[in-house]
Structures are given as C-alpha cells and as structure tokens.
C-alpha cells in the first residue's frame, strides 16, 4: 500500500534569510528538532500516515527550520491543501480545497494554486505578461481547462505558462497519490 498522499513543497519569502539572525534562528530551530522541507517531507512519507488529515496533522505540528509552503492531496475526491508554515512555528495556516476564505485566484471548487504568494495576500503583478499574476494565470488556465478535462497534459500546460513558470522555477513536480505517480522534470537552476 503506497502513502494516503502526496506532497509538494514551494518557497516562501522570508526577511531574514541569509542574515545573521536568520542563521542564529535557523540553528536554535534545528537544535529543537526542527526540520528543513526535504527531511520533513520524507518523515511524513516514512510515518505510513493513514489519512490525507493525518498528513495535514502532521505538517501543521512538525516544525520547519525555515518558512514555506507544503501543497499537500488526498487520494480521494475534495482532499487538497496547502499548508502555510513559519520558520520553527508547530502551528500553520490552512487552506482547503472548498475553504469559502479563498482569496480571488488562489483557488476553486477543485483546485487550490500555490505560487510563492501568501494566499491571504494580493498576488503580485508581473507587467510583461498582460499585467496578471503568477496566481491568476493558473487560476484563469485551470477555470478554462475544468475539472471534467485536467490531466497531465493540461496541468503541464498550465505550469509552463508565463508567469506561472518563471526564472525563479527551479523544477516541475507532478504527484498523484491514487496511482502511485511522482514525475520532476527540471525547468531552470544549475545542472546536477
């Protein structure tokens, strides 16, 4: 029996990365047992949790030594969420698949999108693409394509449209939790 669910990890910005006080908090978070996104996400996939809300249980209450986004799905119909987290905070913000707090583009009835942006916020604007933001796009491409219709196919349409897709896009990941799908494909950053 494979994981209840799947699990996708996205950067959130943060003011003090990089400084003095962001390697003094990043240290003291580890030394409590926090964990960077990678560690946390193969510990929620080596618990053989039970349950999509165990997974969310899980990622609202294990510590990150930095902030980020975990966007998590079920193996069942309306089981999506992207959890919110601080740096070493064991408490989150979630957004749910359905959550009527949904703001403008970050989601629909079926589908929620992540794209560096607090979803409490208005995403930013990018003027070289028809003066829309990374948010919209996928949101205004996923509302065309329907629930009836989306695939690999249209999700990877939907991922490689500026400016959801940008310089900032270091890889693709496509997760599928009830047929045992995990694909990346690299899309910019350096060579390995």
Do not use: C
């Not at 942006?117 to 065309?144: C, E, F, I, M, V």
């Not at 939907?158 to 045992?180: M, Q």
């Amino acid at each position: 029996m494979g994981p209840s669910f799947s699990v996708s990890i996205n950067a959130r910005s943060y003011d003090k990365k990089g400084t003095e006080d962001g390697i003094d908090e990043a240290l003291r978070s580890a030394a409590n047992g926090a964990a960077v996104f990678p560690l946390i996400t193969r510990s929620a996939l080596e618990s053989n949790l039970g349950s999509f809300d165990d997974a969310i249980d899980y990622f609202n209450t294990h510590s990150m030594i930095m902030p980020g986004y975990l966007i998590v799905a079920g193996k069942n119909q309306g089981e999506g969420a992207i959890v919110t987290k601080n740096g070493s905070s064991t408490n989150a913000n979630i957004l749910r698949l359905f959550d009527p707090a949904v703001r403008d583009d970050g989601g629909g009835d079926w589908f929620v999108v992540q794209t560096n942006t607090d979803h409490w916020l208005q995403a930013p604007n990018y003027p070289g693409y028809k003066n829309t933001s990374r948010r919209g796009t996928a949101y205004h491409s996923l509302t065309s394509v329907g629930p009836d219709s989306i695939d690999f196919d249209h999700l990877w349409d939907v991922l490689s449209t500026k400016p959801v897709e940008n310089a900032a896009t270091i890889h693709r990941d496509f997760a599928f939790a009830a047929n045992g799908i995990y694909e990346t494909f690299k899309v910019h950053g350096p060579l390995l």
